[in-house]
């Protein structure tokens, strides 16, 4: 991929794959108005390859080195750890999130709302909606890394369980910061989809 780097994964049994991860930048600030929208008309489902433009332009709005069209279709073809999944209000994509499922792991890989639509819930409810699939795959934990400058994802994802476990020191490229490596227990996550299983 042209403008990521490769970076091993921390945890143990993620390493053991052999695997590696791209790195991922921080969130930018939200100049545009706010669309509001009734959380109940959201619509989660798997990523498909005709996502892919419309995805990129929400991964540039996003972060300062996107991943490529390249690198979205190669995980969505040749990864079978890969799981994808679009946010969609009125037929239209306005988030997105992805993982590896490993094991019994989770890996975020990404996650971002258009800058129109944030503020409002959406980007939790996206990652609730990820840590339901991961428990769905199997998983009893989920892992992340995040710019140390990156105070609202660490927010949102201080609120969703996850913990600091660790720094990966001057993991992203662009600017040599560090990444704080975060972790979150899915227990509480599989017995609230046991209880609606119910
Ligand atoms: C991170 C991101 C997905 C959050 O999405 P969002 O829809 O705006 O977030 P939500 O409205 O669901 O907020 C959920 C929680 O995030 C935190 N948060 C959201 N906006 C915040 C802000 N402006 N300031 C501080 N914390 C904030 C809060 O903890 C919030 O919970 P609360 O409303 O109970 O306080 C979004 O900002 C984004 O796409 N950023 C760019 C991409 C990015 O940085 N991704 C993460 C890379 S690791």
């Known amino acids: 991929m042209s403008d990521t780097k490769?970076?091993?994964?921390?945890?143990?049994?993620?390493?053991?794959?052999?695997?590696?991860?791209?790195?991922?930048?921080?969130?930018?600030?939200s100049g545009?108005?706010?669309?509001?929208?009734?959380?109940?008309?959201?619509?989660?489902?798997?990523?498909?390859?005709?996502?892919?433009?419309?995805?990129c332009q929400i991964e540039?709005?996003?972060?300062?080195?996107?991943?490529?069209a390249e690198a979205f279709i190669n995980e969505l073809t040749n990864n079978h750890f890969a799981r994808y999944m679009v946010m969609e209000w009125e037929g239209q994509a306005i988030g997105y999130g992805g993982m590896w499922t490993i094991m019994d792991e989770a890996h975020i890989t990404n996650i971002a709302v258009r800058i129109g639509y944030r503020g409002q819930g959406l980007g939790e409810r996206l990652l609730r909606e990820l840590q339901r699939?991961?428990?769905?795959?199997?998983?009893?934990?989920?892992?992340?890394?995040?710019?140390?400058?990156?105070?609202?994802?660490?927010?949102l994802y201080r609120k969703l369980?996850?913990?600091?476990?660790?720094?990966?020191p001057g993991y992203y490229s662009d600017n040599g910061e560090d990444a704080l490596i975060m972790w979150a227990e899915l227990d509480q996550v599989k017995a609230g989809v046991e209880d609606d299983e119910d």
Do not use: Y
């Open 161 to 168: 369980g996850f913990e600091p476990s660790g720094v990966r």
């Open 6 to 29: 490769k970076h091993a994964v921390h945890a143990g049994s993620l390493e053991s794959i052999g695997d590696v991860i791209q790195e991922k930048p921080e969130a930018c600030g």
């Open 32 to 55: 545009e108005q706010q669309t509001v929208i009734q959380p109940e008309s959201l619509v989660f489902r798997s990523m498909q390859l005709e996502d892919v433009p419309v995805i």
């Open 60 to 68: 540039q709005e996003a972060f300062t080195s996107p991943w490529t």
């Open 133 to 155: 699939t991961a428990v769905f795959f199997g998983s009893a934990r989920m892992t992340l890394e995040v710019r140390v400058s990156n105070e609202i994802a660490q927010n």
